[in-house]
Each structure stands twice: as structure tokens, then as C-alpha cells.
């Protein structure tokens, strides 16, 4: 299993260690014990680019994922999930929110992010909407077990 975590902010230090070891969790669950991924976090002027560039959306969001296992060339690299960008401004307002502190607020994205990669989508409908918040929940619940 290969996880790779990098931050570009200055501003906030966050527990890479541990976010590193929940989503070795997280693929175990999963059954996914030789995949491998990427997690960057980025600031909102970065995410709002991405955005924009790969979804055609001209504003910031909390979570993009670009998996790997999709299209033509997906079974190259079968083991590469792809990528998960995070963004740590959009994170800490939706924490406050919430009412979750920024590392639940972290956790519940790098869920959410995870699920795209293997094929989850909110985006298609009300049923696989459903089938991915249900997802994210026993997830999430696993983690803090």
C-alpha cells in the first residue's frame, strides 16, 4: 500500500501521520490492500483552479478526486486509485458548521474523496446518493471504532 500526503499550507499544520493511517484503515476495509493513492491540500485559490480546469465549475470546493481507475487506460496501473485534493480553508468553515473539529472535517473528506476513486458518484441520482452517504457513513463510523 502506497499513500502519499502532501500539504501546500503554511498556515495550518495537519496530523499527516494520523490521516496516513486512517486511510490505510480506510483501504483495508475497502479490501483494497495494495492500492495506491495521493492526498494534496491545497488552499481555495488552488482548488477553485482545479475546479474550474477539470469540472468546468468557477468556484472553490471542499474535495475533488481524479481516479485512475477510470476510462480507456484504467486497467494500466491497476492498483493506482489516483489522487484526492483537499481544500484546508473550505474544510475549517465547513468544520465550524458542522460542529466538527478540522480533523473530523478532514477525515469525513478524505472519506468522501476515497469513495469517488473506487466508483462512488452522489452525482448520478437520488439512489446512488443515498448508496454513497450510507458508504461514507459505516466508514466514517469504522475510523472512530
Do not use: C, W
Not at 480506510?26 to 495506491?36: H, M, R, V
Not at 452522489?122 to 471504532?145: C, F, I, N, P, V
Amino acid at each position: 500500500m502506497i499513500i502519499r500526503i502532501k500539504s501546500n499550507q503554511k498556515k495550518q499544520k495537519l496530523a499527516a501521520t494520523k490521516l496516513k493511517a486512517q486511510l490505510t484503515k480506510l483501504l483495508g476495509t475497502l479490501d483494497l490492500p495494495k492500492a495506491e493513492l495521493s492526498v494534496l491540500f491545497v488552499g481555495d485559490r488552488a482548488m477553485r483552479t482545479l475546479n474550474r480546469q477539470y469540472r468546468g465549475k468557477d468556484r472553490t470546493t471542499d474535495v475533488l478526486s481524479f481516479a485512475l481507475q477510470e476510462g480507456r487506460f484504467s486497467m494500466v496501473q491497476p492498483n493506482m486509485l489516483g489522487d484526492i485534493v483537499i481544500s484546508v480553508p473550505m474544510a475549517r468553515q465547513q468544520a465550524v458548521v458542522s460542529g466538527l473539529t478540522l480533523q473530523q472535517e478532514l477525515e469525513r473528506l478524505l472519506v468522501h474523496g476515497l469513495l469517488h476513486l473506487v466508483g462512488y458518484d452522489h452525482e448520478r441520482g437520488a439512489t446512488d446518493a443515498r448508496s454513497m452517504r450510507m458508504k461514507e457513513q459505516s466508514l466514517l463510523k469504522r475510523l472512530r471504532t
